[in-house]
T-cell receptor, first 117, second 113 residues
C-alpha cells in the first residue's frame, strides 16, 4: 500500500509475555519513528531511525523495550516481559529525508493496540 | 522545540468554518508550525505546515501572525468527519536530519449536526 503499515492491529498479551510489533514504512522513506500513545494522551516519542541506524532512543521507557531496523526498511518494536502499564497504542511513522527548504512531513500508521492482561 | 498552547475543546456547526487557535509565543525563526489531527482509533494525520507565510491546501488553511507567535488552522466547511483531536506542533527542520514531533494535548474539535 501507499501508507505506513503496522501489524498486528490488535494484540492482547498476558503479563510477562514478549511481544513484537512490526512497521512497514512508506517505500523510500529514510526516517522511521516509534511513538507510544496512552489512552487519552497525545503520542509520545520512543525512538528514531535513519536508515538502519538508531539515532535516538531517548524515549524508550525501559530496557524491556527494544527496536530494530536491520535493513533500513521494515522495523520491529519488541517489548519483553510485558507489564500492564505497557498497554497503549504503538504508532509507527516515517518521513522522506529532503532538503530543509521544504517541510519534512511525517506520516503515521494506524497503530498497534496492545493490551496487557 | 517551542511549546504550544491550544484550547482543550471546541465545537463547530456542520458546514461552518472551524477556526482552531494555537499560541507559540517562544517560537524561533527556524521553527515550522505543523498541524496534525487524530480521528478516534486512527493514527495522526498530517494536515498542513508553514514557516511564516499563510498556507492553503485541499484540507485546510493555516494563518500565521506576522510576529509568528500564534496561528490559526481553518477548516472552511467542517463536516462530521472532521471531529478529531487537532495538534499544533512547532518543529525545527535542521539541515541533515529529521526531528521527531512533540505532541501536546491538542484540541478536541466536535462538529455538531
Amino acid at each position: 500500500g501507499a501508507g505506513v503499515s503496522q501489524s498486528p492491529r490488535y494484540k492482547v498479551a498476558k503479563r510477562g509475555q514478549d511481544v513484537a510489533l512490526r512497521c512497514d514504512p512508506i517505500s523510500g522513506h529514510v526516517s522511521l519513528f516509534w511513538y507510544q500513545q496512552a489512552l487519552g494522551q497525545g503520542p509520545e516519542f520512543l525512538t528514531y531511525f535513519q536508515n538502519e541506524a538508531q539515532l535516538d532512543k531517548s524515549g524508550l521507557p525501559s530496557d524491556r523495550f527494544f527496536a530494530e531496523r536491520p535493513e533500513g526498511s521494515v522495523s520491529t518494536l519488541k517489548i519483553q516481559r510485558t507489564q500492564q502499564e505497557d498497554s497503549a497504542v504503538y504508532l509507527c511513522a516515517s518521513s522522506f529525508y529532503r532538503v530543509p527548504s521544504s517541510g519534512n512531513t511525517i506520516y503515521f500508521g494506524e497503530g498497534s493496540w496492545l493490551t496487557v492482561v | 522545540d517551542a511549546k504550544t498552547t491550544q484550547p482543550t475543546s471546541m465545537d463547530c456547526a456542520e458546514g461552518r468554518a472551524a477556526n482552531l487557535p494555537c499560541n507559540h509565543s517562544t517560537i524561533s525563526g527556524n521553527e515550522y508550525v505543523y498541524w496534525y489531527r487524530q480521528i478516534h482509533s486512527q493514527g495522526p494525520q498530517y494536515i498542513i505546515h508553514g514557516l511564516k507565510n499563510n498556507e492553503t491546501n485541499e484540507m485546510a488553511s493555516l494563518i500565521i501572525t506576522e510576529d509568528r507567535k500564534s496561528s490559526t488552522l481553518i477548516l472552511p466547511h467542517a463536516t462530521l468527519r472532521d471531529t478529531a483531536v487537532y495538534y499544533c506542533i512547532v518543529r525545527v527542520n535542521p539541515s541533515g536530519s529529521a526531528r521527531q514531533l512533540t505532541f501536546g494535548s491538542g484540541t478536541q474539535l466536535t462538529v455538531l449536526p
